[in-house]
């Protein structure tokens, strides 16, 4: 289960924070949510700290060039080698 909670810290800012497992049957609520984010022209973060999983299609979509300047925080340790944060420098 995913459980995705808007948070609107500012005006133009906007936090989803997700809680549980980011997998292939979650996908499209997750999409469909980072999707609303960006039309409303909100600058948007991916708080991590509650997930306890992400499979490969949840990693393929957080990476989509689309999303590439979406803010990822609170990752484990886990979630950053799976996205690929240790190569690119990020963090």
């Known amino acids: 289960m ?7 810290k ?8 997700l809680e549980g497992k980011v997998s292939k049957q979650w996908l499209e609520e997750l999409q469909t949510e980072i999707e609303r984010s960006i039309n409303d022209g909100k600058k948007l973060a991916l708080d991590f ?8 299609e949840g990693a393929l979509l957080i990476n989509l060039p689309l999303y590439k300047k979406i803010e990822k ?6 979630i950053r080698t799976l996205l690929g944060f240790e190569s690119r420098g990020e963090k």
């Open 2 to 8: 995913l459980r995705i909670t808007v948070q609107n």
């Open 10 to 17: 500012k005006r133009n800012d906007r936090v989803l924070l």
């Open 49 to 56: 700290s509650k997930v306890s999983y992400i499979d490969e």
């Open 73 to 78: 925080r609170n990752c484990s340790l886990f």
